[in-house]
């Protein structure tokens, strides 16, 4: 069964910076043969991906919203993925998520959701 879990979230200032960590495991396959995604999730908002990334890590797409702040990455070998996130403002406040799919095509989320990290920007 796939387990994940997110670290790496605080609270911090307005154009402040952090970098989130999704620690994955119980893939029946090579973790490189998954496409994984950051979701966040405000109150009393549905759940939003927020970036994705390709199994291989060469191809990765963001929302409009995080363009140019937030760079999604993984370590195929640590079955790690990452969010770095900068110039961060009040409206990315949030719980942070990661899931993913097989394949390298991104079809939403297939994997149970760990607990998540939470993400406050405020000053």
């Known amino acids: 069964q796939v387990k994940l879990v997110e670290s790496g979230g605080g609270l911090v200032q307005p154009g402040g910076s952090l970098r989130l960590s999704c620690a994955a495991s119980?893939?029946?396959?090579?973790?490189?043969?998954?496409?994984m995604s950051w979701y966040r999730q405000a109150p009393g908002k549905e759940r939003e991906l927020v970036a994705f990334?390709?199994?291989?890590?060469?191809?990765?797409n963001r929302a409009d919203s995080v363009q140019d702040r937030f760079t999604i990455s993984r370590d195929n070998a640590k079955n790690m993925v990452y969010l770095q996130m900068h110039s961060l403002k009040p409206e990315d406040t949030a719980t942070y998520y990661c899931?993913?799919?097989?394949?390298?095509?991104?079809?939403?989320?297939?994997?149970?959701w760990g607990q998540g990290t939470q993400v406050t920007v405020s000053s």
């Open positions: 990334i390709t199994g291989a890590g060469r191809s990765t």
């Open positions: 119980g893939f029946i396959f090579s973790f490189s043969n998954y496409a």
């Open positions: 899931n993913g799919n097989s394949g390298d095509d991104y079809t939403g989320p297939r994997f149970a």
